[in-house]
């Protein structure tokens, strides 16, 4: 496993949650310039982004987690972090850090780690 991903549980609606991934692997200097994200899966949907950061440090994130959800990287030890506040049912899902290009052949997956929350 290229990317180690932990965090994950079970927590009630309106808790808090921190997801980590590390690149324990990854040369530093390769690691300071990949774009990094946060994707989750949930039962019968497809997998989707729901947030990402770039090496400028520029982020993105879904619709439905923007103002609870923040990333952050921490390049010196080749981390990226998924701070996720006000939780809902709906956020329910196996979490997955990824690193690079989609689709590309560079790219990398962390494990999967899994986040229930319930109502």
């Known amino acids: 496993v290229q990317l180690q991903a932990s965090g994950g549980g079970l927590v009630q609606a309106g808790g808090s949650l921190r997801l980590s991934c590390k690149a324990p692997r990854m040369i530093l200097s390769v690691f300071n310039t990949k774009d990094l994200a946060w994707y989750r899966q949930t039962p019968g949907k497809e997998r989707e982004l729901v947030a990402s950061i770039n090496s400028d440090r520029i982020t993105n994130y879904a619709d439905s987690v923007k103002g609870r959800f923040t990333i952050s990287r921490n390049n010196g030890e080749r981390r990226v972090y998924l701070q996720m506040n006000s939780l809902k049912p709906e956020d329910t899902g196996v979490y997955y850090c990824?690193?690079?290009?989609?689709?590309?052949?560079?790219?990398?997956w962390g494990q999967g780690t899994q986040v229930t929350v319930s109502s």
């Open positions: 990824h690193a690079g290009a989609l689709d590309s052949n560079d790219e990398k």
